[in-house]
């Protein structure tokens, strides 16, 4: 157990996984209020992120056993000299695997497909109140450069 | 002087605007350091951001001239039942132009243009510094709800 990078594997999400991904999602303090697992809308919000050649929602394999999901999205444009950018969100590790360094293998993959696929930079947002989360991707490499700023729109 | 409203209108950028979009990025403290207006990288980043649908990089103009720019992503993903974000960066004005309202009417006609894509909330991350910015965002009605952080790739 004290090296989980042989263990685990990548690859993309298919619409078989939604169910999957939605419970890890759900199965988080802040996920549990906010996600309704079943819901239909999920499996439409799967085809529409699948279809976008710059979102790449991936699910890490252990044991032939769905064990935790993330995000990439890859975005182009002007600033900074024209860098692409990648951007990490939805990283969820199955929360009775927690701590066992599969959450670090899982962004350490993201940040080399980031590499590979040409960005310059790599960035995520981490809710304010989980400090927890900021250490985990300081160690990674990661640096507090901004406040992350949102509106609900109706 | 005091209704910017009608007077500033919006369009998708060209390649032919290049130039005055960078020049745009670099009229800014941070962006003089990192910008360097007249490279051709920029017009190979254009070029990837305006075949992405999924990206609009914007250019607001008053009386004929090009007077500020934004970028706006959509981002589908299965987060908060499949909630799809957009995403807004790379907002500037002219710097002889600023305190007129033009940010604000350019913000705004982003937000309804988010709405009018399907996203549910709209966000944004602005340096740690930028206080002044982050007034300027929360009276338009977003709150300070997450960190930002980053990483280099070489």
Redesign the interface.
């Known amino acids: 157990m004290d090296d989980v990078d042989d263990e685990v594997s990548f690859r993309r999400a298919t619409q078989r996984d ?1 169910d999957t ?2 419970s890890l ?1 759900a199965d988080d303090e802040l ?1 549990r209020v ?3 697992p079943g ?1 239909p ?2 499996h ?3 085809a ?2 699948d279809a ?1 050649p ?2 790449l ?1 991936v699910v890490a394999e252990r044991a032939g056993e769905v064990v935790g999901t993330l ?1 990439l ?1 890859l ?10 950018r ?2 990490l ?2 990283v969820r590790v199955r929360s009775d695997l927690r701590g066992l360094g599969i959450g670090k293998r899982m962004c350490e993959w993201a ?1 080399s497909v ?2 590979q696929r040409g ?10 109140g989980r400090e927890d989360a ?1 250490r985990f ?2 160690r ?15």
Request: net charge negative.
């Open positions: 939604v991904v939605v999602l996920g906010r996600e309704q819901d809308a999920y439409a919000a799967f529409e992120t976008d710059n979102q929602l995000q999205s975005l182009a444009g002007l600033s900074h000299l024209g860098t692409k990648a951007q969100e939805a940040i980031a590499r960005a310059g930079q790599i960035r995520l947002t981490s809710d304010r900021h991707y300081e990674l490499g990661f640096r507090v450069t901004h406040v992350g700023m949102k509106m609900a729109l109706d």
